[in-house]
């Protein structure tokens, strides 16, 4: 919970006159306002940048899988590949977190 201090209380009460110094505090309470808000304006635009980036890089991982998994033995022979190595190359190609590394040492 937020307190307030005396010199804001002051400026909160319309009756009295506002001399320099509650001014200067005034001042100094909005511009403090203001680089807060343009610091958590920030973060949610680099987290939705983030998310959006993670989004991106499921669906395209998820599309190589389908469109090796749509090929013959043979063409994914052609291509130095085997069914068993589609997620592996799938992965390889779209890196995404630390997550992929702990997904390959699951227990059997």
């Known amino acids: 919970m937020n307190r307030i201090t ?11 006159p506002r001399n320099a110094e509650a001014e200067r505090i005034h001042a100094i309470i909005a511009e403090a306002r203001q680089a807060r808000d343009a610091e958590l304006a920030s973060r949610v635009t ?12 499921i669906r395209t991982r998820r599309d190589t899988v389908e469109r ?14 085997s069914r068993g190595n ?6 390889a190609l779209t890196p995404m977190a630390a997550n992929d590394l702990a997904e390959d040492h699951r227990a059997a």
Do not use: K, V
Not at 46 to 57: N, S, V
Not at 68 to 81: F, H, K, P, V, Y
Not at 86 to 91: D, E, S
């Open 6 to 16: 005396p010199a804001e209380a002051a400026l909160m009460m319309p009756s009295l």
């Open 46 to 57: 680099g987290f939705i940048r983030m998310l959006r980036g993670a989004l991106t890089a």
């Open 68 to 81: 090796l998994r749509a090929l013959s033995d043979r063409e994914l022979a052609d291509i130095g590949m």
């Open 86 to 91: 589609i997620n592996m190359a799938a992965a």
